[in-house]
């Protein structure tokens, strides 16, 4: 009954650093999405992939690169951390398109520290 | 453009009692969904309930219920005999039509007091 599951739960990087967050989930869903969520501003969404093979843009994609890379996973990319991309990360999966009354399943989330 | 605010930062309420957290949104578009997630300390967001704007009846969900008022704008969840358990960040949510982002509001923390 795993859902969704992101790695790793914790991360501390450096500036300049590179890392990618992993994304998998075991529902059979079609959209996937990466929120990032900062104290006081809820969550924001940086990229979705409506179906396999697909991405597309959110609110605040800059810094991000994203690969869908099979129906299950869903990864996200810093290619060089920077101080204001600190933050904790929420991967999550909707069975139908990323529209109407389709109900998003959240991963725990993966806390990231960039000194 | 689609806003959700939640003015409340922070909430008591006494265990066993009934506690309404607000959400005013706006939007132009006349189709549009409403939710409401829960958050307790571990992090996982959990999915609560939901609203479409042409639903005539308020959703319920077991003690959680949502509170419609369309002309205001407003989705204010209500949780009825709180629980310690209730305890946690609460986060209203909307996705516009056929928009694909869902936008969520900055949340509100319920402390639920024994």
């Known amino acids: 009954n795993a859902g969704v599951t992101q790695t790793p739960k914790f991360q501390v990087l450096k500036t300049g650093q590179s890392m990618t967050l992993q994304c998998a989930q075991d529902m059979n869903h079609n959209s996937m999405y990466w929120y990032r969520q900062d104290p006081g501003m809820g969550l924001r969404l940086i990229y979705y992939s409506a179906s396999e093979g697909t991405t597309d843009k959110g609110e605040v994609p800059n810094g991000y690169n994203v690969s869908r890379l099979n129906k299950r996973e869903f990864s996200l990319r810093l290619e060089s951390a920077a101080p204001s991309q600190t933050s904790v990360y929420f991967c999550?999966?909707?069975?139908?398109?990323?529209?109407?009354?389709?109900?998003?399943?959240f991963g725990a989330g993966s806390r990231l520290t960039v000194l | 453009a689609q806003k959700i605010t939640q003015t409340q930062p922070g909430m008591f309420v006494q265990e066993k009692e009934a506690v309404t957290l607000d959400c005013t949104y706006d939007?132009?578009?006349?189709?549009?969904?409403l939710f409401w997630y829960k958050q307790p300390s571990s992090g996982e967001m959990i999915f609560l309930i939901y609203?479409?704007?042409?639903?005539?009846q308020n959703a319920t969900e077991g003690r959680y219920s949502l509170n419609f008022q369309k002309a205001r704008k407003s989705a204010n969840l209500v949780i009825s005999a709180s629980q310690l358990g209730d305890s946690a960040m609460y986060f209203c949510?909307?996705?516009?039509?056929?928009?694909?982002?869902?936008?969520f509001g900055s949340g509100t923390q319920l402390t639920v007091l024994p």
């Open positions: 949510a909307m996705r516009n039509g056929s928009a694909r982002q869902l936008t």
């Open positions: 609203q479409g704007s042409y639903d005539e």
């Open positions: 999550a999966s909707s069975d139908g398109p990323p529209s109407g009354a389709n109900v998003l399943t």
């Open positions: 939007t132009s578009d006349q189709s549009y969904g």
